[in-house]
């Protein structure tokens, strides 16, 4: 395995409930702008919801990718060496942190439909980001990833 090469990788698109609720409500606004403006305008509008909603939905992804060197969660990356103690966290445990156990200075790369995740304590001087809370479908395989440091 090379330097660089990657250990875990999980991306976190949007549920099919999710589509289907957001379609449902999309459709019910195209209608309401076919039965006041006509067919044209329903259409119209149904099509721009569409694209903001593919839109939305590719920029929205939760991509949690460990390799050998560093952590990478979206846009934002952590060497390694600076992770401290990983915890795997349940479905209560997360709604904890999430809540009344959270720190304003801890960085959260959260998505409401997941219901678990992972905490990550950093041991950096330099930052003063306490921890990182990741949301994740496969808490206990990405804290393992974390956790193994060869």
Do not use: C
Request: glycine share 6%; hydrophobic share 45%; no cysteine.
């Amino acid at each position: 395995m090379s330097k660089h090469s990657g250990i875990y990788k999980e991306r976190s698109p949007w549920p099919i409930w999710l589509w289907l609720f957001l379609l449902f409500l999309a459709t019910s606004l195209a209608l309401a702008f076919w039965a006041a403006l006509g067919t044209r305008w329903g259409w119209i509008t149904m099509l721009v919801q569409l694209l903001g909603l593919l839109y939305i939905s590719q920029r929205s992804v939760l991509t949690v990718e460990v390799t050998t060197q560093e952590l990478r969660v979206g846009e934002a990356t952590i060497e390694r060496k600076f992770l401290g103690t990983v915890t795997a966290l349940s479905t209560d445990e997360m709604r904890q942190w999430r809540g009344p156990l959270s720190d304003p200075a801890g960085y959260m790369a959260l998505r409401f439909w997941l219901s678990r995740g992972v905490k990550v304590e950093i041991n950096d001087p330099k930052d003063p980001t306490p921890y990182w809370l990741i949301s994740s479908k496969k808490a206990q395989p990405l804290a393992a990833a974390l956790q193994d440091r060869d």
